[in-house]
């Protein structure tokens, strides 16, 4: 059974760093899978910022490109987050799909089949 489960959200100021990790339990026994951080922000849908898949491959938001970094290590997904603004701030949720991703994919949540409950991040100014 696929559990995801983060940690390592809190509050930083603008410019500095924080690491999110996600444990996964499982990456669902397939040929394939794909694990990606999602934002959610009061009012807002979810917005994909990264995603790694077993290719492997990896990509980013334009937003975050270049500051934020996904990497897998087992059963560990983590995601280092530098040069933080306040715009940021959200809470983070990992997503696995037991199949490979597509860069577009970080704009439909939908894809997903399975999610951690999320970790806050507040970045100040």
């Known amino acids: 059974q696929v559990q995801l489960m983060e940690s390592g959200g809190g509050s930083a100021q603008a410019g500095g760093s924080l690491r999110l990790s996600c444990q996964v339990s499982s990456y669902g026994g397939r040929d394939h899978f794909c694990v990606a951080w999602f934002r959610q922000t009061p009012g807002k849908p979810r917005v994909g910022v990264a995603f790694i898949d077993n290719h492997p491959s990896h990509g980013y938001d334009d937003e975050v490109r270049g500051r934020f970094t996904i990497s897998q290590d087992a059963d560990i997904v983590t995601l280092q987050m530098r040069s933080l603004k306040p715009g940021d701030t959200g809470i983070y949720s990992c997503?696995?799909?037991?199949?490979?991703?597509?860069?577009?994919?970080?704009?439909?949540?939908?894809?997903?089949?399975?999610w951690g409950l999320g970790t806050q991040v507040s970045v100040s100014s």
């Open positions: 997503a696995l799909v037991r199949e490979s991703c597509y860069s577009w994919w970080l704009r439909d949540a939908s894809k997903f089949e399975f």
